[in-house]
């Protein structure tokens, strides 16, 4: 490919004359060279800043103008705020491709943005002409790559007079290191349930010490800096491990201008080839405030139970959609297995076959999600082998909703009618044959809403209609004991997506769960001959009293 200021035809050459005449015209005296390492167009500037000029290096990445170009400054300018401590690279531009206009040249942005960097760094207070975000120190750490230790909420809490202590730590790899800190100082700290996450862990003990500010972000800058003030002992390998480790708190800018609070990094020494070399290790905070903040509407889902029975398709994508929304405890029940075959529409792939499907999702569920409980049951409902009646109120017990992703007609009547017994709000949903279309429903717990019956009925009529696949819809496969159908993934998942939205709108109410409609039907196909022109699209229905339902007939509208 030609270098950009070289391609005559795309308008690289002609941008690049501008550039640099534009340069030249604003008294930069630019020079411009090749990089030898990325090969890439770097041009050296001088440019007044408070009245003295400096040598600077203007950076253009490969696609230029798409992207913006780089100033690098020296760090001897002292910049607190806007400049990379250790690469000298200056924030001209917000972060986000939105702040970068193509069509500017790099002088007439360094020229009108300098002097705003000067003003930004002068300011005492808030000012106006900058990103309102704070600048942690530790945003700028060049961690190790893949590490991470997840530090609980109380390393953030620890008294300021305390200088040093220890930490237990449960390992699960030592290269990159990762794990998390099960104890702080002999007290354990506050984390969900994390041997799915980081199984097969050891324990370890290090200490941590209480550090100034670091001005390095390099494991070796930091580690000098800690040499230099005497507040770094000299490495003692761990029993076993061979590496040395040391925690290190300090205080960072956590808010917007001088709103301090602690930060913490791990530094590890490793011998290689007869000296010690520094890693700085990634501390991931656990912080479950922040994670309730991102999704604030629905935070009171982590008090809530959910009975789920059908883990296929629909239902495996809803049972992760809940977990992910911090549900506090997920039952799932369904007889099947996972199988290769089923991976073409079942999230869960190789790793899973011959694993029942519940219990290949509460691996994963515990995994990922810890905060969520699973709870799982192998159980076909509706077998003269088991009582029934004992599992369901088991499994029943506590819940705040039910959902039903099974689409056998014979488990939505009993459980639409368990839930309304035992006033639970009761959602279904299902996919047609061929994937070309589905439902979702959600009938609250008062006595007077349409039904399940009521919804049955408005299908029977054809009132409502979902398209479906009348000739290639089921599909027999060798081996295969029960007929299943074709569909994709990805028209079956908007309808996962939905029935989860609905059953959050019932348990957590507020004005999120304001709903005119009852009834969702999804068309991926246009009719039933298959045609996808004009979808997909959602109908929504307010669904009214059927007159041939046994609860609501004699309510409906003449
Ligand atoms: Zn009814």
């Known amino acids: 490919m030609t270098n950009w200021w070289e391609d005559e035809e795309g308008g690289g050459r002609e941008r690049y004359e501008r550039e640099i005449k534009a340069l030249a015209d604003a008294g930069f005296d630019p020079k411009p060279e090749v990089d030898p390492a990325s090969g890439l167009l770097n041009v050296r500037v001088r440019v007044p800043v408070r009245a003295e000029t400096h040598e600077m290096l203007i950076r253009y990445p490969a696609n230029y103008w798409y992207f913006r170009f780089e100033l690098f400054a020296p760090t001897a300018l002292g910049f607190g705020r806007h400049q990379h401590p250790e690469s000298g690279a200056l924030c001209l531009i917000d972060q986000g491709t939105r702040h970068w ?9 360094i020229r009108e943005r300098i002097d705003k960097i000067v003003a930004a760094n002068e300011a005492s207070g808030p000012f106006a002409d900058e990103a309102q975000t704070p600048e942690p120190i530790s945003m700028y750490f060049e961690f190790q790559d893949n590490s991470a ?11 300021s007079a305390m200088t040093s202590g220890r930490l237990d730590i449960q390992l699960s790899r030592r290269d990159p290191l990762r794990g998390y800190v099960e104890r702080i100082d002999g007290t354990p700290g506050t984390l969900p349930d994390l041997s799915g996450a980081f199984p097969k862990s050891e324990r370890i003990q290090c200490e941590w010490i209480r550090i ?8 070796a800058g930091i580690e000098q800096e800690l040499i230099a003030a005497g507040r770094l002992r000299r490495p003692r390998p761990l029993p076993t491990l061979g590496f040395d480790l040391v925690a290190l708190l300090f205080e960072e800018e956590v808010g917007y201008r001088g709103v301090m609070g602690p930060g913490w990094a791990l530094l590890l020494r490793r011998r290689e080839r007869g000296s010690w070399h520094p890693e700085l290790i990634r501390v991931e905070p656990y912080d479950p405030r922040a994670q309730s903040a991102r999704i604030a509407p629905i935070s009171a889902l982590e008090t809530k139970t959910v009975f789920q029975i059908g883990t296929g398709c629909v239902g495996a994508p809803a ?17 099947d297995t996972a199988t290769i075959t089923n991976s073409v529409r079942w999230p869960l792939g190789f790793p899973y076959a011959g694993v029942p499907k519940v219990n290949a ?7 990922n999600y810890p905060e969520t409980k699973v709870d799982t049951a192998v159980w076909a409902l509706g077998r003269p082998t088991q009582n029934d009646a004992d599992i369901l109120d088991q499994f029943l017990d506590g819940v705040d909703a039910i959902l039903d992703c099974t689409a056998e007609i014979g488990i939505q009547q009993f459980l639409a009618n368990e839930a309304r017994q035992r006033g639970l709000p009761y959602v279904m949903v299902e996919a047609t044959p061929g994937g070309f279309g589905g439902y979702v429903a959600v009938f609250g717990a008062g006595d007077d809403e349409a039904c399940w019956m009521c919804l049955q009925r408005t299908i029977e009529d054809e009132a409502l209609h979902a398209p479906l696949d009348r000739t290639h819809g089921v599909l027999q496969l060798p081996g295969c004991s029960a007929p299943t159908f074709t569909a994709a993934a990805f028209d079956i998942v908007p309808l996962s997506a939905l029935s989860v939205r609905v059953l959050v709108q019932e348990l957590v109410g507020g004005a999120y769960a304001s709903r005119a409609w009852n009834v969702a039907v999804l068309r991926n196909r246009d009719d039933d001959g298959g045609a996808a022109l004009n979808s997909p699209s959602w109908q929504l229905h307010a669904l009214r009293h059927h007159a041939r339902c046994r609860v609501h007939g004699g309510r409906a509208a003449a």
């Not at 049972?319 to 007889?335: F, I, N, T, V």
């Open 101 to 109: 206009k193509p069509s500017e040249l790099a002088a007439t942005v």
């Open 149 to 159: 230790i997840i530090f609980p909420p109380e390393a953030y809490a620890i008294d």
């Open 212 to 219: 100034p500010t670091p001005r390095r972000t390099s494991a």
């Open 319 to 335: 049972a992760h959609l809940l977990a992910q929304s911090r549900l506090g405890r997920l039952r799932l029940a369904d007889p």
């Open 361 to 367: 999702l509460a691996t994963f569920l515990r995994t």
